[in-house]
Nanobody, 127 residues
């Protein structure tokens, strides 16, 4: 059973930074791509960033490109999302996700392409 647990959310002022973490367990972590999504109240869940199984390829939504960085530490079974220059529109619950397709280089950008989700961590950016 794959389990994902996010942490690191909180309240921050606009222009500030946060680092989200996602701890994975339940299978060989290093064989699978990982992704971060977010969902604001009343809005659909949207792709934020993805990273390939080896960590050599990363992908970002246009809205966060240049401000957010996704990374992974396969030895620690962790994936991270470094968020800089935060804006009020970044306010949302953030979720990490993975799927059952090993050795994926190009990560999916829709929620339907992912099978496992964490419980989410709230990020609130004040203006």
């Amino acid at each position: 059973q794959v389990q994902l647990v996010e942490s690191g959310g909180g309240l921050v002022q606009a222009g500030g930074s946060l680092r989200l973490s996602c701890a994975a367990s339940g299978r060989i972590f290093s064989n699978y791509a990982m992704a971060w999504f977010r969902q604001a109240p009343g809005k659909e869940r949207e792709f934020v960033a993805g990273i390939s199984w080896r960590g050599r390829s990363t992908y970002y939504a246009n809205s966060v490109k240049g401000r957010f960085t996704i990374s992974r530490d396969n030895a620690k079974r962790m994936v991270y999302l470094q968020m800089n220059s935060l804006k009020p529109e970044d306010t949302a619950a953030y979720y990490c996700a993975t799927n059952d397709r090993p050795y994926t280089v190009v990560t999916g950008t829709t929620p339907q392409e992912y099978d496992y989700w964490g419980q989410g961590t709230q990020v609130t950016v004040s203006s």
